[in-house]
């Protein structure tokens, strides 16, 4: 049961979900779960395990959804929590959380929420591009690459990518869905062609929809933008979503080379992850 919900778990993340965990860490008396029972929720909606069935999992994923969508004063900085439930009706509840049954056991459950890592779609794999990776690779995120020059999207140039696009905007787009797109954090518009980097925003706004990921983000001119920012809405897409895309990308640290601005940008995406000056 472990390793089938901690791989579960582990899928839900690279998918670019949250996920609520429970693991009874410890157990006495008669009780449905024993230790290393593990149940999970994710922020689809989705659950798998169990941690012992009753009106224990009943409370315990009630209190996993509510940790997703944080209530009950949960926050990322002060974490999960430890309860400790009593399978009695008469049990003491300043001490633990009694439950109507008839068992008599205790069982002691934590409770957690597991966030996906970033994983940043390079569209671009210039200079700027490759300088980001190295900052991904450091910081221990994932990345993929896209470029519609196969050299600038290969594994000579990005060895430790987890995904290699060198196709065309809509070649790449026609195997993507909006579910699918949602296991990138980040996608970063950085190509060497601004008709290329349009048609990319436009094509992929369109399939995210309002959707919470990725987040899009553009680099360039204020002019640039405004020359998008009309297409796109010229294209059918909505204020509110072209108003969601950053340009130009990265905290304002006076970034000129391209390892100052993959620093920048990076430092972005960390700061928006975090919720830290949003």
């Known amino acids: 049961m472990t390793k089938s919900v901690l791989s579960w778990v582990l ?19 008669s009780v449905p779960g024993k230790p290393g029972a593990r149940l999970a929720i994710s922020s689809n909606g989705k659950r798998f395990g169990t941690v012992g069935g009753a009106g224990l999992e009943l409370r315990v994923e009630d209190g ?17 929590k430890v309860e400790v439930f009593l399978l009695h009706k008469d049990g003491k509840k300043k001490e ?17 929420v597991l966030v996906p890592m970033p994983h940043v779609l ?3 794999g210039g200079h700027v591009g490759r300088c980001i990776s190295i900052v991904c690779d450091t910081m221990g ?30 070649g790449f787009l026609a195997g993507e869905d909006r579910d699918s797109l949602e296991r990138f954090s980040d996608v970063l518009l950085l190509g060497h062609d601004w008709a290329v980097d349009e048609d990319f925003l436009i094509r992929i706004l369109k399939e995210r ?10 680099i360039g001119s204020k002019s ?50 975090k919720g830290a000056n949003a």
């Open 96 to 112: 633990v959380t009694s439950l109507d049954s008839l068992c008599g056991g205790k069982v002691t459950v934590a409770m957690e």
């Open 11 to 29: 899928d839900r993340l690279e998918g670019g979900e949250r996920v609520a965990m429970a693991s009874v860490i410890e157990a006495s008396g």
């Open 141 to 170: 995120w994932s990345y993929s690459v896209f470029d519609v020059r196969e050299e600038y999207a290969n594994e000579d140039r990005f060895p430790f990518a987890t995904e290699l696009h060198a196709n065309d905007v809509g």
């Open 64 to 80: 996993l959804r509510k940790m997703l969508n944080g209530e009950g004063g949960y926050s990322r900085k002060k974490g999960g």
């Open 224 to 273: 640039k933008w405004k020359s998008f920012s009309n297409s796109a809405i010229g294209a059918g897409i909505s204020k509110v979503d072209v108003d969601s895309v950053r340009c130009p990308i990265g905290l304002q640290i006076g970034a000129d080379s391209p390892e100052e601005i993959a620093l920048a940008v990076c430092s972005e995406i960390l700061s928006l992850d």
């Open 122 to 124: 390079i569209v671009g």
């Open 209 to 218: 929809g309002n959707g919470r990921r990725p987040r899009i983000g553009a």
